[in-house]
């Protein structure tokens, strides 16, 4: 099969074996390269594994610390006709790379907030790998089916408290234009918690500890995006930044439930970045192809993989990590400096459909966008017949 991105929208309905294995590759390539990490964890589980943060924290367990890693997702299989997701060759080809590596791998495809999900991680875990040193959070997800009432709450992304009218880019029809995005009423902000606020999160740990399989001294992190003004009506004030503050309180939840195992818990925040979560938020590419521009410029531009070895090994691990004023990681500093900032408000003030692709760096953005599926990498042929079906 020959294959060639199909984008609708804001995602791309199919992906690149080869060049998501060629993206995964790049990963672990640049964690190799850092050289020793030092002492890490041992074993460690990654809910959402398969792309963006959760994929780099799992690659950087594995060869940066030589860890056993279990990895949670929700992906597509390929079948003889139709491709797989990108989250699903990436799981392949870390598969088969840690398998080079003899590393332990394994991966449960499958709903993360079932119960069954959590039994079969249990079942795993009692099997091959014991008890857990570090559980890593990274679910983005736009439904949630509550475990115990089957019913099913959806996400919205919309302001809080008043409408918000603002710039934003239309990807699909390369267009810069204004919208009004009309604030959400109080059911939507809960629905939004309940599915990315720290309930689950906490499950998971409730879990982990009731089959006594949370290691002394465990850690676990869920990752977060602050943001500042240009975002807060969108993001950091919004119905996902309502769930997001929920992590804080999970955070804190977690920590006390589990202090007989010392278990840390922190939320950590990152910087914005192209994933499939992030393209999906109105105003997220246009703002996103503006930082590309300013942080490029600045040489302070950053990946998953770069982001989270820095969290990894300036944070995480360590034993008193420096954290804010509500104990969470940052490793957002980069982007929301105020200098940083204030050049990326003089941009977004400017721009227009007519210096949008002057003035930001969307070629950037467009690239990063294309390679989560596996497309616009310089060493694949894309012109090749390949085989579709990938397993691990
Ligand atoms: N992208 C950004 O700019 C950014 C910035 C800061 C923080 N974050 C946060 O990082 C976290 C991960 O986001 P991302 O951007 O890497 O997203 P992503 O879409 O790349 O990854 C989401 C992962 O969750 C898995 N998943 C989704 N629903 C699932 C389910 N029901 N069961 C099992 N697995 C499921 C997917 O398979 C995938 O592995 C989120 O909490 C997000 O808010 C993202």
Redesign the pocket.
């Known amino acids: 099969m020959v294959i060639k991105p199909k984008v609708r929208g804001f995602i791309c309905t199919n992906a690149h074996p080869v060049g998501c294995a060629a993206s995964v590759q790049e990963q672990i390539d640049y964690v190799k390269q850092q050289g020793a990490l030092g002492d890490g964890p041992k074993n460690v589980l990654v ?9 780099a924290s799992r690659i950087v367990s594995a060869f940066g610390y030589g860890a056993k890693t279990l990895g ?4 597509k299989a390929p079948s003889d006709r139709k491709t797989g997701t990108a ?1 699903w060759y990436n799981t392949a080809a870390f598969h088969q790379q840690a398998q080079q590596a003899g590393l332990y791998a394994k991966t449960l495809n ?4 079932s119960k069954e ?1 959590k039994q079969q991680v249990i079942d795993t875990l009692k099997a091959d790998m014991g008890k857990v040193d570090l559980v890593i ?5 736009p439904r ?1 089916t509550d475990p115990e009432t089957g019913e099913v709450y959806k996400s919205t992304l919309k302001p809080v408290g008043q409408a918000y009218k603002t710039k934003t880019y239309d990807t699909d029809k390369d267009l810069i234009h204004e919208v009004e995005l009309e604030p959400a009423n109080e059911e939507e902000i809960q629905n939004t918690i309940k599915v ?1 606020g720290g309930e689950d999160w906490e499950l998971w740990l409730q879990a982990l500890a009731d089959a006594d399989l949370l290691a002394d001294n465990c850690k676990t992190t ?4 602050i943001g500042k003004e240009l975002t807060w009506p969108i993001y950091g004030q919004a119905t ?1 930044g309502k769930a ?1 503050e929920d992590l804080d309180r999970a955070a804190a939840a977690i920590q006390t439930r589990h202090n007989d195992k010392a278990v840390k818990a922190y939320v950590s ?10 393209s999906a938020i109105p105003v ?1 590419p246009l703002y ?1 192809s503006l930082i590309y521009k300013v942080m490029k410029e600045e040489g302070t531009h950053e990946g ?1 993989i770069e982001q989270i070895t820095g969290l990894f090994r300036e944070k995480l691990l360590l034993e008193n990590p420096q954290t804010d004023d509500m104990n969470r990681l940052r490793m ?1 500093g980069k982007e929301t400096n105020e200098a940083t900032q204030a050049k990326i408000k003089a941009l977004w003030d400017q721009v227009t459909q007519e210096n949008f692709h002057t003035l930001s760096d969307y070629a950037g953005y467009h690239h990063e966008f294309l390679k ?1 599926f596996g497309f616009d990498i310089p060493s694949v042929d894309y012109d090749a017949d390949v085989n579709p079906l990938a397993d691990w």
């Open positions: 809910l959402g594994c398969s792309t963006g943060y959760g994929l949670v997702c929700f992906e989250g499958g709903d993360a907030f999900m959070y990274s679910l983005a997800s949630r990315m869920a990752y977060t995006y996902i997001k925040s990152l910087k914005a970045l192209v994933t499939q979560a992030s997220m996103i998953c957002d989560l």
